[in-house]
């Protein structure tokens, strides 16, 4: 029983349920960029440089002729470096989009000056104190 104590002690710490919230927001941010890259950068990527279809770049590995990469993987290996070309790109934007987001958390955090604090009790009586000896 003890170690099933110590578990739910480790797994009900703030930390470790704000973590898995992140990673769960973050595996969904990560399929919107996904499609973001898939769905409406590299469309226009191909549009501007003429057809271009970097999911489509490979270098069969095995001699096979095949004229696209699903059909290239089925007939044995291949250097699919178009996708690394897109992956490395998703890879960009998220990380552009996060350096946005901490920098903007940075703003915010330094355009809030801190609220003096309210003296504590202790000292207030003091002060009454001096205050009161010098009249």
């Known amino acids: 029983m003890g170690m099933l104590s110590e578990f739910k002690e480790f797994a009900l710490k703030g930390n470790v349920m704000d973590l898995a919230v992140g990673v769960i927001i973050g595996a969904a941010f990560g399929k919107i960029v ?28 095995a001699g096979q002729s095949a004229s696209t990469l699903a059909e290239a993987k089925q007939d044995g290996a291949v250097l699919a470096y178009g996708n690394f070309i897109t992956v490395a790109l998703n890879f960009l934007i998220l990380a552009f989009i996060v350096f946005l987001m901490v920098r903007a958390v940075n703003r915010l955090r330094r355009s809030s000056p801190a609220a003096p604090k309210a003296p504590a009790e202790e000292v207030v009586l003091l002060r009454e104190i001096r205050d009161s000896l010098k009249r």
């Open 34 to 61: 996904d499609s973001l890259v898939n769905d409406i950068i590299m469309p226009v990527i191909s549009k501007v440089f003429g057809g271009l279809d970097f999911s489509n770049y490979f270098i069969p590995l």
